[in-house]
């Protein structure tokens, strides 16, 4: 199946996906700083930079969204249409990053945790985990 676009314009649009202060990110922020826990963004001196930091528990959380990670069982984990071959190869890439960056931070003493975006989604379910990762407040 063709591209509904140009090259040039699937370009534009894939250069403006961010993966920095995303809408799941932001839920996660928000919902942890109402739960009165305070986190470092982005650190970049732990392997990964991971999303939010929580010194005192020691604590890596990384916001993932579903499609770029490759959430199981999600709906928004969908294979691509086209270029089938680029995206599987980029999507295992990206699973085999992931995997070493948690080894990484879990080898330093770290406790690794993974939000995804389909969790980000559901507030009261959202908040119960964070309390449960990171203890009651």
């Not at 928000?30 to 991971?50: D, I, N, Q, T, Y």
């Not at 984990?77 to 931070?105: A, H, M």
């Not at 003493?109 to 990171?134: H, M, N, P, Q, T």
Request: aromatic share 10%.
């Amino acid at each position: 199946m063709a591209d509904i676009v140009t090259p040039a314009r699937r370009s534009e649009i894939m250069s403006r996906i961010r993966g920095k202060g995303t809408k799941p990110e932001l839920l996660v922020r928000s919902s942890a700083h109402r739960l009165g826990f305070r986190f470092r963004l982005h650190v970049s001196k732990l392997p990964g930079s991971p999303d939010l930091v929580f010194p005192s528990q020691k604590t890596a959380l990384f916001v993932h969204g579903c499609f770029w990670h490759r959430h199981q069982g999600c709906p928004y984990c969908y294979e691509p249409k086209s270029n089938i071959q680029f995206w599987r190869e980029k999507f295992k890439k990206n699973v085999v990053r992931d995997k070493s960056v948690q080894t990484g931070l879990e080898g330093m003493g770290w406790r690794v945790a993974v939000i995804w975006e389909c969790e980000a989604a559901d507030s009261d379910g959202l908040r119960k985990r964070l309390k449960e990762l990171l203890g009651r407040r």
